[in-house]
């Protein structure tokens, strides 16, 4: 079955220090999406990308879109406290009703 | 998130017990999904709903069961708790397929002892 796989799995860094995860398909995704689960919360999503090679901007956080649709990343520059937290992808293929979730990446950062 | 609650938020059940988790939305939403999420496996889909009476497995359904019996109520049972259903559950929406996010609930945290 389709598979999304994120990594790393964890990420400590220093305050102001720079973080990207990474998301990879085994299959050609018709779109992904990522969202931030805070420590004890629920997911809540954060954008979707839909155009191979497409980029988007929140902020401090980058998003990208493989060219073959079937990797993207995320980026945030200049760490704050505030983003700690656990990252997840999530892909779609086409014509399904239901997102693949990658394993998340759990972000900590030392002040 | 607003318009989407489940119940309960705690519950601890007897290995062999049946329980059933609760998902409740006001969105009007189409699409609701079950999933369970446990650490180093991320977000796995449980079940999934379409409409009224239309529902289909995910990729770890062995030993849940679902129903939707109105739009707006997406029922989880576990017809016999297993250890290894301990798990935090967290009921999704969503508008339409690909539509521009999920949300989901607060989360069930379910220990089975």
């Known amino acids: 079955g389709q598979q999304v796989m994120q990594i790393p799995q964890y990420q400590h860094v220093q305050e102001g220090e720079d973080f990207t995860t990474y998301c990879n398909s085994s299959?050609?995704?018709?779109?992904i999406q990522w969202y931030k689960q805070r420590p004890g919360g629920h997911p809540v999503f954060l954008i979707q990308?839909?155009?191979?090679?497409e980029v988007k901007k929140q902020k401090r956080l980058t998003f990208q879109f493989g060219e073959a649709k079937k990797n993207s990343s995320l980026h945030i520059t200049a760490t704050q406290t505030t983003d700690v937290g656990t990252y997840f992808c999530a892909g779609s293929i086409q014509g399904a009703q239901k997102l693949v979730f990658g394993q998340g990446t759990r972000l900590t950062i030392n002040p | 998130d607003a318009g989407i609650t489940q119940s309960p938020r705690h519950k601890v059940t007897e290995t062999g017990t049946p329980v059933t988790l609760r998902c409740h939305q006001t969105e009007n939403h189409r699409y609701m999904y079950w999933y369970r999420q446990d650490p180093g496996h991320g977000l796995r889909l449980i079940h999934y709903?379409?409409?009224?009476?239309?529902?289909d497995k995910g990729e770890v359904s062995d030993g849940y069961s679902v129903s939707r019996s109105k739009t707006e109520d997406f029922l989880l049972t576990l017809e016999s708790a297993t250890s290894s259903q301990t798990s935090v559950y967290f009921c999704?929406?969503?508008?339409?397929?690909?539509?521009?996010?999920?949300?989901f609930g607060s989360g069930t945290r379910l220990t089975v002892v």
């Open positions: 990308l839909v155009k191979s090679g």
């Open positions: 999704a929406i969503s508008e339409s397929e690909g539509a521009l996010g999920y949300t």
């Open positions: 709903s379409y409409g009224v009476k239309d529902t």
């Open positions: 299959t050609t995704l018709s779109n």
